[in-house]
């Protein structure tokens, strides 16, 4: 997205607002008290991308008048660095206070006598471009008139009653999205594996409840989302996992590359998704795609390069693929950006590499979420034994526990993350957000063409972000 989402349906005086927050694209990350329906004029703009050469906190008074600064960041002056791949940022306006925070520490602060009430708003901007940040939980507190504003006053209290009275609380579902609401009950224990069918039903049943949004539900272009409840994992492979995956690959006679990435799977480490979201039934599908980009890039198609391998066929139920990671990307953007998916509060992205295979494993701990024995993973998936060369419609096979079908098979997932070889040996325990930077991004899932090996729930693919193949595709994550 390019732009803003309200973060309260009433304007607001004083209050206080937090994000955990990984910009992943674009320019600025930050957030703006609107005071009418005009886009971004007559709003106070808080710039604080650690990553930016400034940032600051300004003003537009009406979309005629010239935008004021007023505080910069110095020139020179140091540059915050992320905590476990996030940088916390917080906004607290307060009577004719206005100031930013950046890891819990003041990042600036101004006067303005002339601050009134609006309604306060996160922002993401790339001047034109599409732009991609990841937010893992946004806070809001509503103040009363006693509130002061103190140096460590954010950190403290942001989301807690302190010294004002905390009228909601943001806590995202996803990395991603804005959960809404308020809710003082004790959450439902989260999914920890192993856990069979019955009891992944019980947990998104219970989280549902606790959340109050439904296990399953249709956005307003028909695509079906599940429910994924938080919990823990033990995600990619055991040595003697590593070492029946390499000797498969010498007996199936597999490319060099997968020799080189099989190893990367170790070591087999504990994960915890802290988080719910929601996470597309099936792989995005070509009639899908088309209705939000207004094209079909598939290969698969009446019109692709294989359109004979389809002829006859009805493809707008296959996977769309052809896609590379950016085409991905702008489609979450787009998607978020309808009327009716804002209205919902809905914003979509690609899952993380851990979000991935915490919702295929299912609860599981064997080679594929449907067991260890090949001759299953016909029943679940579509690959190299049985697609007979050509993506099938989504949905034909068994879903997994979650309720997600063909997270093996068919076509490559993208995810959202970096591509790292050695990433496992330090990535963190909770909701690991992926290596900083690379030039490779993480594909999942294996592909019609591709060994039953390669459909592993821990086998890791990746590619240039840049690069479409006919069989890349992808599924989207979403938050309200």
């Given at each position: 997205?390019?732009?803003?989402?309200?973060?309260?349906?009433?304007?607001?005086?004083?209050?206080?607002?937090?994000?955990k927050?990984?910009?992943?694209?674009?320019?600025t990350?930050?957030?703006?008290?609107?005071?009418?329906?005009?886009?971004?004029?007559?709003?106070y703009?808080?710039?604080?991308?650690?990553?930016?050469?400034?940032?600051?906190?300004?003003?537009?008074?009406?979309?005629?008048?010239?935008?004021?600064?007023?505080?910069?960041?110095?020139?020179?002056?140091?540059?915050?660095?992320?905590?476990?791949?996030?940088?916390?940022?917080?906004?607290?306006?307060?009577?004719?206070?206005?100031?930013?925070?950046?890891?819990?520490?003041?990042?600036?602060?101004?006067?303005?006598?002339?601050?009134?009430?609006?309604?306060?708003?996160?922002?993401?901007?790339?001047?034109?471009?599409?732009?991609?940040?990841?937010?893992?939980?946004i806070?809001?507190?509503?103040?009363?008139k006693?509130?002061?504003?103190?140096?460590?006053?954010?950190?403290?209290?942001?989301?807690?009653?302190?010294?004002?009275?905390?009228?909601?609380?943001?806590?995202?579902?996803?990395?991603?999205?804005?959960?809404?609401?308020?809710?003082?009950?004790?959450?439902?224990?989260?999914?920890?594996?192993?856990?069979?069918?019955?009891?992944a039903?019980?947990?998104?049943e219970?989280w549902?409840?606790?959340?109050?949004?439904?296990?399953?539900e249709?956005?307003?272009i028909?695509?079906?989302?599940?429910?994924?409840?938080?919990?823990?994992?033990?995600?990619?492979?055991?040595?003697?996992?590593?070492?029946?995956?390499?000797?498969?690959?010498k007996?199936?006679?597999?490319?060099?590359?997968?020799?080189?990435?099989?190893?990367?799977?170790?070591?087999?480490?504990?994960?915890k998704?802290?988080?719910?979201?929601?996470?597309?039934?099936?792989?995005?599908?070509?009639?899908?795609?088309?209705?939000?980009m207004?094209?079909?890039?598939?290969g698969?198609?009446?019109?692709?390069?294989?359109?004979?391998?389809?002829?006859?066929?009805?493809?707008?139920?296959?996977?769309?693929e052809?896609?590379?990671?950016?085409d991905?990307?702008?489609?979450c953007?787009r998607?978020?950006?309808?009327p009716a998916?804002?209205?919902?509060?809905?914003?979509?992205?690609?899952?993380?590499?851990?979000?991935w295979?915490?919702?295929?494993?299912?609860?599981?701990?064997?080679?594929?979420?449907?067991?260890?024995?090949?001759?299953?993973?016909?029943?679940?998936a579509?690959?190299?034994?049985?697609?007979?060369?050509?993506?099938?419609?989504?949905?034909?096979?068994?879903?997994n526990a979650w309720?997600?079908?063909?997270?093996?098979?068919?076509?490559?997932?993208?995810?959202?993350?970096?591509?790292?070889?050695?990433?496992?040996?330090?990535?963190?325990?909770?909701?690991?957000?992926?290596?900083?930077?690379?030039?490779?991004?993480?594909?999942?899932?294996?592909?019609?063409?591709?060994?039953?090996?390669?459909?592993?729930?821990?086998y890791?693919g990746?590619?240039?972000?840049?690069?479409?193949?006919?069989w890349?595709g992808?599924?989207?994550?979403?938050?309200?």
């Amino acid at each position: 997205m390019t732009g803003y989402v309200d973060l309260l349906d009433r304007p607001v005086k004083d209050c206080l607002i937090r994000a955990k927050v990984r910009k992943i694209s674009g320019h600025t990350v930050g957030f703006i008290l609107r005071y009418d329906d005009r886009g971004f004029s007559n709003a106070y703009f808080v710039d604080t991308d650690p990553g930016a050469e400034w940032g600051g906190i300004g003003r537009q008074e009406l979309a005629s008048r010239p935008y004021q600064w007023l505080w910069k960041r110095p020139a020179g002056a140091p540059v915050p660095q992320p905590q476990d791949g996030y940088f916390e940022i917080a906004f607290a306006a307060i009577g004719d206070s206005l100031t930013t925070y950046v890891n819990g520490k003041s990042f600036g602060e101004v006067r303005d006598e002339t601050h009134r009430t609006a309604i306060p708003c996160i922002y993401v901007f790339n001047w034109g471009k599409p732009a991609l940040a990841v937010f893992k939980t946004i806070q809001i507190q509503v103040l009363d008139k006693e509130a002061t504003l103190g140096s460590t006053l954010v950190p403290a209290t942001a989301g807690s009653s302190g010294s004002g009275e905390a009228k909601r609380s943001y806590t995202d579902p996803t990395p991603g999205g804005e959960g809404r609401g308020e809710n003082k009950r004790s959450p439902p224990p989260p999914a920890v594996a192993p856990f069979d069918a019955t009891q992944a039903r019980k947990h998104q049943e219970a989280w549902a409840k606790y959340l109050g949004v439904p296990v399953e539900e249709t956005n307003s272009i028909g695509m079906k989302l599940v429910l994924i409840p938080p919990g823990e994992f033990e995600m990619g492979s055991t040595p003697e996992e590593i070492a029946w995956a390499l000797e498969e690959g010498k007996k199936n006679n597999e490319r060099q590359g997968y020799f080189d990435v099989v190893p990367s799977e170790g070591p087999r480490h504990r994960v915890k998704i802290t988080m719910p979201f929601h996470l597309g039934m099936y792989h995005v599908t070509q009639d899908e795609y088309e209705k939000v980009m207004g094209v079909n890039p598939s290969g698969y198609a009446s019109t692709g390069t294989d359109a004979t391998k389809v002829t006859g066929k009805d493809t707008s139920r296959h996977p769309v693929e052809t896609v590379n990671w950016d085409d991905c990307v702008e489609f979450c953007r787009r998607l978020s950006a309808l009327p009716a998916e804002q209205a919902a509060r809905r914003v979509y992205r690609l899952p993380t590499e851990a979000e991935w295979e915490y919702a295929c494993r299912a609860g599981t701990t064997t080679r594929w979420s449907c067991g260890d024995d090949e001759a299953g993973l016909v029943e679940c998936a579509w690959f190299k034994t049985n697609a007979d060369g050509v993506t099938h419609p989504v949905g034909q096979k068994k879903p997994n526990a979650w309720g997600l079908y063909d997270m093996h098979g068919n076509v490559w997932q993208w995810c959202l993350d970096w591509f790292s070889q050695d990433y496992y040996k330090q990535s963190p325990p909770d909701d690991p957000p992926g290596p900083p930077a690379g030039s490779d991004r993480v594909l999942r899932g294996g592909a019609l063409g591709y060994t039953s090996s390669n459909c592993r729930s821990a086998y890791r693919g990746s590619d240039p972000f840049a690069n479409r193949s006919i069989w890349r595709g992808f599924r989207v994550v979403v938050g309200r």
